[in-house]
């Protein structure tokens, strides 16, 4: 279909397109362990912002985008690029930029000029791929359906690479395969050119030398020795590891074994009792991207030694109801487990999302933890444990979920604002349907007295979720106990019942008798005299009114806003007794870092490429600039592709039961099929693209709001099948919309390079940085209006870009 120079320039823009995926996803995975998964909306910034400012570079260089040169600049950046990886990785591991969140630290101006730092070393190969890929399109304008195809089907390769590289390479290993690629791109656009003038052998040599480099480079970083990681987003260096795993979910590891007490919240009496029973406190604290915690208890099979777990108010529910079958969610290192078996569960089901938290229990750490995840009495289950519960067709005594999140970024390397599946209406009312008559949900989060908001969202959300499954009056089925002080520093903890049945009075009285017993507080029984806020809460007769006037966001979170853990509005910014909570002050600080990181991603978009692009004509007036129409259009068509990608992804964890997989494919399907949709829209004859454009923007506008519409529908109906059904359902639900998103953008390319050709590189710089600001207001918008709302606003965008172009069309041709 293609001669062989074509086949070599797809080939190339292939391996770019999958070597700076891979790059981004890597960065998104190594920021959520050095800085904060907050920050991994930095990796998409670098990647779009730096491809923008290399389009405008390039428009005011018009002679390197001519056909006979391209073969020559391209080889010279794809070496480049590879050589930088390295060398910028190198770089950014010695900028002392350390944000110590949930300290009371503020975000001062010294931290944001070494965030300005970071931002310029790593944007470097950004600038090389985006400079790469301008030059391809402008070069090859008329075959651009072609070119983008490439792109695309690059980087939905370069989505399931990178997940098992960063399971074979670890974050390093798999950043510097990233250039492993391109030098191989670089291979293949030099092939037969002489990009060394005078010397062809070394032309031929040089890029072969590169990518045999890379590879060496990141094997060498895959056994640790090269490039470690040893500064992390806890506060300087970390003490010595004995277990490292990484993995597309996190980076997890394993520290010296301690011999002393882990518990979130125990009362002191039951210390000294745990002492004088010769309880055993040996444990080694696992962690999840350098800071979420879960002990792996030492264990030697005598239960009656780690009985000390019992005391915990996260166990609470054992005091309840007597020989429980349980499942845990997030059994991490083993503790929940351990504690069920100890209050005289006859079984326990372990469900973890992260197999390599499960491959460090089973494996260095099984004789340690008494072989653990190994006994008959326990199952393992590595799955999300939503999708597993929802599919299982067994019910339970006891489900219980204890501090369950673990500040790491998503996978899929969006902004990961505290979205949460496990904690949305619909789940607790998976949860309902999965308890057997008798059976309780426990679900263990922090309080704070002062401002018991995370408490009151988590019962919120659970009553809404009985409610849905038909309980007519959730008050009468919920309990709530406390302690105000904990192992952590700054919050109390609370641990909210859920009861399929309404609790009995001879309950409620027992309940009262062991809470008293082993010191903790009840905020809410009911029957009971109402003296503190969750109460009045739960009981107000119009909770509508008392949501609206509360001063933090309590509302139930659902399947369409899964942001369970913004607490904070607009209007808390400023409130300073939020600062004396860790868990608030995380929520403040998360937005002030997307602030921070916005504000420096538009710093370097006006400064680099607004800025420039305004004053063109100015410093050459034979320069092409588009028109406003034209500058409309790619614009709506950055922010609407973000905007429908990124709530789909999230979209779909739940369904297929793991994030991992939601991101290979998810993300795999969207830019696959919109792949397909350019290769196809470039087979249409010049005299035929603008006609075919009439149909393709109202077709796509309302497959979009089809989607937001129903494409949740067979997603409950279909949750039981198997997983390779799942997927082919995911397919065929995202086909449709993906394909024809990957239409518009290369048909306007086509267009504009026989009216303004020289303006291609402007348009690739304002597409990359309204598609840098489409993801974050993605992220924005699904917090505040929903993930349906947002996909809705989409097609909107789409449907006034299709207006925007034919109104160019039309005007040109008049």
Request: glycine residues 8%; hydrophobic residues 50%.
């Amino acid at each position: 279909m293609f001669n062989k120079l074509e086949n070599r320039q797809l080939l190339g823009v292939f391996f770019v397109s999958m070597g700076v995926l891979t790059l981004e996803i890597a960065l998104t995975r190594i920021f959520s362990v050095t800085l904060w998964y907050h920050f991994a909306f930095l990796a998409i910034s670098l990647s779009l912002m730096s491809s923008a400012s290399a389009g405008v570079a390039l428009y005011f260089f018009p002679g390197l985008g001519r056909p006979e040169n391209v073969h020559r600049w391209i080889g010279w950046l794809s070496i480049g690029m590879a050589l930088s990886i390295p060398i910028t990785f190198i770089i950014y591991r010695q900028v002392p930029f350390a944000v110590v969140l949930n300290t009371g630290q503020s975000f001062t101006w010294r931290q944001l000029l070494w965030l300005l730092v970071i931002y310029v070393d790593l944007a470097i190969p950004f600038f090389l791929s985006g400079a790469m890929l301008s030059l391809a399109l402008t070069a090859w304008a008329g075959r651009a359906g072609r070119m983008y195809w490439a792109d695309l089907i690059g980087a939905s390769v370069g989505c399931l690479f990178s997940i098992v590289a960063l399971e074979w390479l670890g974050g390093a290993g798999a950043l510097l395969a990233a250039g492993g690629l391109v030098a191989l791109a670089g291979i293949v656009f030099t092939w037969n050119v002489e990009w060394l003038p005078g010397r062809k052998r070394l032309s031929k040599a040089f890029p072969f030398i590169v990518f045999m480099g890379m590879i060496g480079l990141s094997l060498g970083a895959a056994s640790g020795g090269w490039f470690p990681i040893t500064s992390t987003k806890g506060g300087g260096a970390e003490p010595p590891r004995v277990y490292e795993r990484w993995n597309a979910h996190s980076r997890v590891s394993v520290y010296e074994p301690v011999n002393y007490p882990f518990y979130w919240s125990v009362d002191e009496q039951y210390w000294e009792r745990a002492i004088a029973e010769g309880g055993t406190f040996r444990h080694a604290l696992l962690l999840i991207d350098a800071v979420a915690g879960t002990p792996i208890q030492g264990y030697d099979g005598a239960l009656n030694q780690v009985n000390f777990l019992r005391y915990d108010l996260t166990a609470f529910v054992y005091h309840v109801i007597e020989a429980p079958n349980t499942l845990v969610i997030g059994s991490g290192g083993g503790r929940d487990v351990l504690a069920a078996l100890t209050s005289g569960a006859p079984h326990v089901t372990a469900v973890e999302v992260n197999p390599a938290v499960i491959e460090a229990v089973r494996g260095p750490f099984g004789e340690f933890s008494g072989h653990l995840y190994d006994l008959p009495e326990v199952t393992v289950a590595v799955a999300d444990a939503r999708g597993y519960i929802a599919r299982s067709p067994n019910r339970y005594d006891v489900i219980q979920a204890s501090l369950i999140d673990t500040w790491a970024a998503g996978g899929s390397g969006a902004f990961a604002l505290s979205e949460n599946s496990l904690y949305t209406t619909e789940a607790f009312q998976t949860y309902y349907e999965h308890l057997t008559d008798r059976g309780i949900m426990t679900v263990s989060r922090w309080y704070q007295p002062e401002h018991p908001a995370e408490t009151m969202r988590l019962v919120s959300t659970g009553m809404a979720g009985w409610e849905r499954a038909g309980v007519s009056d959730p008050r009468q089925h919920v309990v709530v106990v406390a302690r105000t002080t904990s192992g952590a520093a700054t919050e109390g903890l609370a641990t909210a019942l859920f009861k399929r049945a309404p609790f009995t009075s001879n309950e409620l009285l027992h309940i009262r008798e062991q809470a008293e017993t082993l010191g903790f507080t009840v905020l809410y029984l009911p029957g009971s005299p109402i003296t503190e806020e969750v109460g009045e809460f739960i009981t107000a007769p119009d909770h509508a009114a008392f949501v609206a006037a509360y001063p933090l966001d309590v509302s139930p979170a659902t399947d369409d806003r899964p942001f369970f853990f913004n607490l904070i509005r607009l209007g808390d910014l400023l409130d300073a007794s939020l600062n004396r909570s860790g868990v608030y002050r995380m929520s403040l600080e998360a937005v002030y870092m997307l602030s921070a990181v916005i504000g420096v991603a538009l710093f370097f978009g006006v400064l680099f490429v607004i800025l420039p692009l305004l004053l063109s004509n100015r410093r050459n007036a034979q320069l092409t600039r588009p028109s406003f129409s034209l500058l409309g259009y790619f614009a709506l068509l950055g922010i609407a592709f973000m905007l429908m990608e990124i709530p789909t992804i999230q979209k779909f964890t739940v369904y297929l039961g793991r994030p991992v997989y939601s991101l290979a494919v998810a993300l795999f399907s969207i830019l696959l099929f919109s792949s397909l949709g350019s290769l196809w829209s470039s087979r249409w004859a010049a005299t035929s693209l603008t006609r075919n454009l009439r149909w393709v923007f109202p077709l796509l506008a309302f497959c979009i709001l089809l989607h937001a519409a129903t494409a949740l529908w067979p997603l409950p109906q279909t949750q039981n099948l198997p997983l390779a059904a799942r997927l082919l359902v995911t397919l065929l639900l995202l086909a449709p919309p993906s394909f024809l998103m990957g239409i518009p953008f290369p048909s306007g390319i086509r267009w504009m390079s026989a009216q303004r050709r020289g303006a291609v590189p402007w348009i690739w710089s304002i597409n990359g940085v309204m598609s840098m600001l489409g993801s974050a207001l993605a992220t924005a918008l699904a917090i505040q209006i929903g993930f349906r709302a947002t996909l809705v606003i989409a097609a909107v965008l789409y449907a006034l870009a299709g207006i925007l172009l034919l109104y160019e069309i039309r005007h040109t041709s008049a």
